[in-house]
């Protein structure tokens, strides 16, 4: 169901129940960009510790808009062996609701719009009937407005003071406007010596109206006058007190509808948040970091304070594409794209679930791609697909295995790190993976070096991993940590490029770190090898991911193919890839 | 004539033959927000300098897109004493047009978006079919790439060597990959040795695909093969030298023609300049601003290096805002936003102008005001009523006044300065105005006081005028300099504010400024005085705009009243401006 903010309160109710009955539930988020900064790769260095994929991703990647959200509810019929689904696919966008409002300001990305608009998506939806939202803390500073004004004008209608407009006007008329002014308040003083409920005011510019409404607060604040704009021309009317008070009430509560429709999207973020259950997303990170920054608060500075409030938000995640590219999934799904896990999970051993759609929608048939709502639809499919083929390694083995399953602990929790080699994901509820990393060199040489060179470099040292830092720099990891010291060795008398120990390096980086006080200590050269042992002790809890370290998924995977054509490349690497003769 | 990315081509030669056959242009852009900083009220200060104005905007403005160009050509027929116009909507994007291209990262303010969407505008036509463009540095910089990488492959295919890529298979393909690549190989060594002139591969993934381009790359750069990526599959085809040099040729051609078509939009821009033509338009300094930094280059530090800039742009330009807000036809024009100009200018003592137009497309009965193509019409037609109706001052009077008569020379390269007091214009082509000022004060208050506050205080010396910096600060204008001495008397015990002259403020700022070593010593106190003999010289030259210093006009119309529906009010007034029960 597409939901935009012409029929947002329409449907409230029917998503608020369709949150309550279900079993799990499954997000996507389309977003008008990826990087304001480095170009992707870069972004996602396969090196990067969990904290700099953090600091990375929150100040390069949180400008732009999350402007389409999906949400799949997935219930399970047991007489029927079946899940019952509801899609939505939510517009959203941050249309100031009144001149107080904050005016969002967001970055696009070219390639990222370019991308969306190949792929249909309507833009006209969003900008012309997106759902506006407001974060926790904008929503209490506008309640605490509309308080105040309420309380003020409650103390201004209660001072029995009336004095004419005409008998002291404001000092601040300029010259040519005080004919037209002097006009005004002889009509309105006249509304109290004749029989007329109501005057017209002659047209007049905004500056003019301005004056006006200073005029007239100025002098008869409490005067019982109600000012309607009327197209161009102002109509003032005199009313007695019931009426007054009728219009008073009406305003509140027209006052307090239109607050919660400023709230508005954010009112379902919460009551997924307050349903406490299972938000299934894939590749998840992205969709969780601008979930939080845009409906509930700017995201912290800190990576263990990030985990804390996501944990607050979503008490219970999975990630597909974590869970696909982990033991026993690992070594049948070789592609963890969501269009390519879709179509694997199509095939033997997996089988696709029963399900029947609480709404007709979507088709998976017909592919509809990066369209948020689809995109969760499908990741909630993906899900049941292999939540139940770990049900046929039970005894007896089962065919329904439910969200709330033991079997589901593991993946649990867990957020894939696109990209990083050695730390397959965020530990969202402990410490991260703190893999040595001893086989691996930072390597800093002149700009024009491309992938190739490193490879000539380092030939004799057999296979080795590069990934860039930027144009200057890279870390290589070798295959053997017993050939590190020898390619040291080797380099000591190299003037065109320089090489130090993965260690060396992140001492180098503290100390700078701590020249410019930012906290990062966790990957000093001390505190490493403790963190070994804490990760060590970590990884025994889900064994089976013991293995994933290889970081085949995510070298073949673009950005989960969403968002950005250009996820899969490095710029060095690219420019050997021309299609071209040769 | 709407323009897109699909016609573009097609249309060029008639936008270039418009240009060249018209007696003027009228332009008008349309962007995707006004300030990503303060708000417009505080952007555009009544005492800012130009220079402060300039900065100001270059800071603020500069990363939102110009992604809505109008251009009307206007062509006098003097057989039929009537006007031909042709008009062009371009709808502009800066789509990546290949990998090695430019990323462009745009802002977006919801209400300038929200306003456009109001108003009908097709931001899916901009997304999906907006024409691309380069400035000129990215052009020189995409232009010698595709040089370089042609003299590449010249070189490389003149190498005579050939080594069979079995040979010596590159040494860093990962292990899992190895049999997939001496599968590849083993199919290209086999074209060489049977009949079959094309092979296609295995469906592969992008790492794999990566794969091959280098494992064929490294052995067989000069090998006689076309890699055709065919949907998911590469295809490799065998060419003898004849044919080579054929597709040689054709991708040369292809190339050059890529690149025309990514400087896309810059070459109508690049038309208009060399065309030097009088440009039209209606409070045109952004659009001007943008223009430049868009489809030539980022603008400079200095405002005087930028008037350069944009006096080798655009020669000769016109601002209708400031013409209409200047003597003769600022008695008669109340009101100089685009809307009420063109409604005035349709009464007498003007004359609508007789028109044909090139092609059917607008018609002035039914608006479509903030299209920048109807937009640019509409300036085009009040240039013409206004240019006309000096004609009636003559002996004998005339009614058409050509746009290169010696009467528009005193609004030449003048461009509205917005909602500055005493300063009407930015003077392209020389030293601005430098007023006095010597009746303004600078005051500081605690950030609750509202403009009342500041009446108040001032009561007892007449009219004011207001300018808001910001939350703590004003400008404050006395209405009598003599009082200035007075004012600050009185302050001199205040506790809970603070009054400084505007001379000792502009002092204060400039040593800060030469503290921190920013350029702008044009407004020191000793600097001052002489400037001011300059300005009155300069005065001398246009006497019609000799009494442009009320600022009626801009403080009485919004920002053009065109993309941006809260250009009214600064944020003090707008709380005293509510259309409420009172």
Avoid at 73 to 98: G, L, V
Wanted: glycine content about 6%; hydrophobic content about 35%; some cysteine.
């Amino acid at each position: 169901m597409e939901v935009t903010r012409k029929n947002f309160k329409d449907c409230l109710s029917a998503v608020y129940s369709a949150i309550d009955e279900a079993d799990f539930l499954a997000i996507d988020g389309e977003f008008s960009g990826i990087s304001d900064g480095p170009n992707v790769s870069a972004l996602t260095n396969g090196m990067d510790t969990p904290e700099e994929r953090y600091a990375k991703l929150k100040k390069h990647s949180m400008d732009f808009l999350l402007f389409q959200f999906g949400l799949c509810t997935f219930k399970y019929d047991t007489e029927a062996s079946k899940y019952i689904i509801k899609c939505f696919n939510f517009y959203i966008f941050p249309k100031p609701f009144n001149r107080a409002s904050p005016d969002i300001k967001f970055i696009c990305q070219s390639s990222s719009i370019d991308f969306l608009a190949s792929q249909g998506f309507d833009f006209n939806k969003v900008f012309r009937h997106g759902i506006p939202y407001l974060n926790q803390e904008e929503e209490g500073r506008v309640r605490e407005q509309a308080e105040e004004r309420r309380n003020q004008q409650a103390n201004g209608a209660a001072t029995p003071s009336y004095i004419s407009p005409s008998s002291k006007g404001p000092a601040h008329v300029p010259e040519e406007h005080k004919d037209f002014i002097s006009r005004v308040i002889e009509k309105v003083d006249g509304l109290f010596t004749n029989s007329e409920k109501t005057v017209e005011l002659e047209p007049c510019t905004g500056f003019q109206r301005k004056l006006i409404y200073q005029t007239l607060n100025w002098n008869v604040d409490v005067l019982c006058l109600v000012c309607l704009q009327k197209e161009r021309y102002i109509q003032i009317s005199k009313v007695d007190d019931d009426e007054r008070k009728r219009r008073e009430q009406q305003k509140l509560e027209k006052e307090q509808e239109e607050l919660n429709d400023a709230v508005g999207f954010s009112r379902v973020i919460h009551a997924i948040s307050k349903s406490g259950k299972l938000v299934v997303g894939h590749n998840m990170l992205l969709d969780v970091m601008h979930t939080i920054h845009q409906f509930y608060c700017p995201l912290p500075q800190d990576l263990q304070d990030f985990k804390e409030v996501s944990m607050c938000v979503f008490p219970r995640l999975l990630d597909t594409k974590l869970m696909s590219s982990t033991q026993p999934f690992k070594d049948l799904i070789p592609i963890t794209s969501l269009a390519e896990l879709e179509r694997r999970l199509k095939l033997a051993p997996f089988k696709s679930p029963k399900t029947a759609e609480g709404f007709p929608r979507y088709d998976t048939a017909q592919e509809q791609l990066h369209e948020a709502g689809y995109d969760a639809y499908i990741t909630g499919l993906c899900f049941i697909s292999m939540a139940n083929y770990l049900g046929s390694f039970l005894t007896p083995p089962k065919a329904h295995i439910s969200p709330r399953s033991k079997l589901m602990e593991p993946f649990f929790n867990k957020l894939f790190l696109m990209r990083i080699i050695d730390i397959p994901y965020l530990n969202m509820t402990g410490p991260d993976l703190r893999p040595k990393r001893d086989h691996v060199l930072y390597v800093t040489f002149p700009k024009e070096w491309k992938t190739s060179d490193l490879y000539q470099l380092f030939s004799a040292f057999g296979n080795i991993q590069v990934s860039w830092i930027d144009d200057t720099s890279a870390f290589v990891s070798l295959s053997q940590t017993d050939q590190v010291q020898i390619a040291m060795n080797t380099s000591r008398y190299a003037e065109s490029y320089r090489i130090q120990t993965y260690a060396e390096y992140m001492k180098g980086r503290r100390q700078n770190k701590d020249v410019n006080s930012q906290p990062d200590q966790s990957w000093g050269e001390e505190g490493w090898v403790n963190h070994t042992n804490v990760t060590l002790g970590k990884r025994s809890i889900s064994p089976n991911q013991a293995d994933q370290g290889a970081g085949e998924a995510q070298a073949t995977d673009g950005w989960n193919q969403s968002s950005h054509p250009d996820g899969m490349g490095n710029k060095k690497l690219k420019t050997d890839e021309t299609d071209s003769a040769c």
